[in-house]
């Protein structure tokens, strides 16, 4: 096998890195730096979304049709990779990577024509309403409910752990429309505006300190079924589609492997008696082998993205990567940690979105964690990769669905 990179490929890593080069600015570079989780700040997200768009550069794998890139198995990964080197922010994945992939696919066309150049641009801007306080990996254990009125749902119920809530204008939602049959039967996907009258949003204050997700109420809320999207009783079949992508959507390998040389640039300078913290034997075994892991990440990766490619569906193969992604992440935390030193164990609330008074705690004038100030993100990135293994379906309801569906047990 070849692993050398065309001339051809370097010439658009190359140029996707001039691009990232002149439309980064310090504040929305620090924003991806400082990011202590898949979210980074909201603001700086959606600046950095604008300009993407612009460049016509903010969802290349998407279907051409709707503004996507006819782009090689290559050159998708090389932008995932530049965009990690560069130390882009990521965007929030609800809308792009993945609502819009289900509208696409099972949406009528006017619903098309409406919400996938908005998602686009981000003037339309979901949050996912799934997960209920009794139903989160055991999604199908949904109450939340949707009785028919006319040409209408009527909601009634809440969705918790709900990102950007307090920031979305819509949220997509899984409402149980029957109780007939199995638990997976009579169930629906509709898009709600968060405007609507009987929508109550609560925030959920974090370890760290930051309220990025929250309680969403829904009291008597009147939805149209044209929001339907696929059929009524028939949303199973959509959330498994879009689980998909929230689950392997992610292109893991290019952020963890620049995670993962941070740490041992740090690690390098990091003393411990009379060497550095890489000349101890059991820190550089650990960051070896997670190195090795990476490389093996990103050949499925690789291997994922020419499925999709073809238009194939990824099925159980993107358990096996949100398995492998997550853990790996927790992972180099802990790595992070220890390289961090003593001012790793000390904890902060995040400054830049801080969400609770906390007494004694100022944030900085500036607003930013330094980029030089790594040891202060270690601590809180740690906190907030525990939810790793458990959205998106815990990684031991993954195992399960890999050991059906592939091992056939």
């Known amino acids: 096998m070849n692993l050398d990179w065309s001339p051809q490929d370097k010439a658009f890593a190359s140029e996707i890195s001039q691009i990232l080069e002149r439309e980064l600015t310090d504040d929305i570079r620090d924003a991806g730096h400082n990011a202590t989780s898949v979210y980074p700040d909201h603001e700086a997200s959606m600046e950095w979304q604008e300009k993407l768009h612009a460049a016509g550069l903010a969802a290349p794998h998407w279907p051409v049709e709707h503004g996507g890139k006819d782009w090689s198995v290559a050159q998708h990964y090389l932008f ?14 609800m809308g792009i990577h993945m609502v819009a992939h289900v509208i696409a696919a099972f949406g009528t ?72 049959g199995r638990k997976q039967q009579g169930i629906t996907f509709i898009l709600v505006p968060m405007d609507q009258d009987g929508v109550t949003v609560r925030p959920l204050t974090m370890l760290s300190g930051e309220t990025v997700q929250n309680q969403v ?73 997670a190195m090795i892991r990476i490389d093996v990440l990103e050949v499925l990766e690789l291997k994922l993205l020419s499925s999709a490619g073809r238009g194939e569906s990824v099925g159980p193969m993107s358990s096996l990567m949100k398995i492998m ?29 801080p969400g609770a008074d906390i007494p004694g ?34 990684n031991e309801v993954q195992r399960n669905i890999l050991a059906k569906a592939v091992l056939g047990l």
């Open 325 to 353: 992604g997550t853990e790996l992440a927790q992972h180099l935390t802990e790595l992070a940690l220890e390289a961090a030193g003593a001012s790793g164990t000390v904890f902060q609330p995040h400054p830049t979105r």
């Open 217 to 289: 109420f829904f009291d008597d809320v009147r939805v149209a079924k044209s929001n339907v999207i696929g059929e009524v009783d028939h949303g199973w079949s959509v959330a498994k589609y879009l689980l998909e992508f929230e689950r392997g959507g992610s292109a893991y390998s290019a952020g963890l492997k620049i995670r993962a040389w941070d740490i041992e640039a740090h690690a390098r300078s990091q003393t411990m008696g009379d060497k550095t913290l890489l000349e101890h034997g059991d820190f550089a075994q650990r960051l070896a082998r």
């Open 109 to 180: 066309p006017e619903q098309k024509d409406y919400f996938l150049p908005g998602i686009l641009s981000g003037e339309v801007f979901f949050c996912q309403g799934y997960s209920e306080p009794n139903a989160g990996s055991d999604l199908a254990a949904l109450q939340m409910s949707a009785v028919s009125e006319g040409d209408d749902f009527i909601l009634n119920g809440s969705k918790i752990w709900t990102t950007h809530a307090q920031e979305a204008n819509w949220i997509f939602c899984l409402v149980r429309t029957s109780n007939e």
């Open 361 to 394: 705690y100022e944030a900085p004038e500036d607003g930013y964690v330094s980029g030089e100030n790594w040891q202060a993100i270690a601590p809180l990135r740690y906190l907030n990769e525990r939810a790793g293994s458990i959205y998106a379906g815990s």
């Open 80 to 93: 995932a990779n530049e965009k990690a080197k560069a130390g882009a922010p990521s965007l929030s994945p």
